[in-house]
């Protein structure tokens, strides 16, 4: 069993930035890939950014490609997502989750996750 805990949502003005984190307990968290997906009112659940389980690489959507990095400490069984010049449109409730998906599995199928936090909000006004 990972228990996945998230704090770090908040309010920030469009061109603001947040950092995302996300602690892992229990199993061993290297063995499985880690994504952050989101979810706006109203909207379905979105892929944002996902790390693999060494860390050696990653893999963003389109729509935040280049103002978000995903980063994993393994020594601290964390995981981290930096989000700079943030845009009403970013919105919503993130989540983070444990997959073994990578590439375009994982970005169509975000909810196929094995294990995921509880999702913290992230409010950008413009």
């Known amino acids: 069993q990972v228990q996945l805990a998230e704090p770090g949502g908040g309010l920030v003005q469009a061109g603001g930035s947040l950092r995302l984190s996300c602690a892992a307990s229990?199993?061993?968290?290297?063995?499985?890939?880690m994504e952050w997906f989101r979810q706006a009112p109203g909207k379905e659940r979105e892929f944002v950014a996902a790390i693999t389980g060494s860390g050696a690489s990653t893999d963003y959507s389109d729509s935040v490609k280049g103002r978000f990095t995903i980063s994993r400490d393994i020594a601290k069984n964390t995981v981290y997502l930096q989000m700079n010049s943030l845009k009403p449109e970013d919105t919503a409730v993130y989540y983070c989750?444990?997959?073994?998906?990578?590439?375009?599995?994982?970005?169509?199928?975000?909810?196929?996750?094995?294990?995921r936090g509880q999702g913290t909000q992230v409010t950008v006004s413009s």
């Open positions: 989750a444990a997959t073994r998906n990578w590439g375009y599995n994982l970005r169509n199928n975000p909810s196929d996750y094995y294990y």
């Open positions: 229990g199993r061993t968290f290297s063995n499985y890939n």
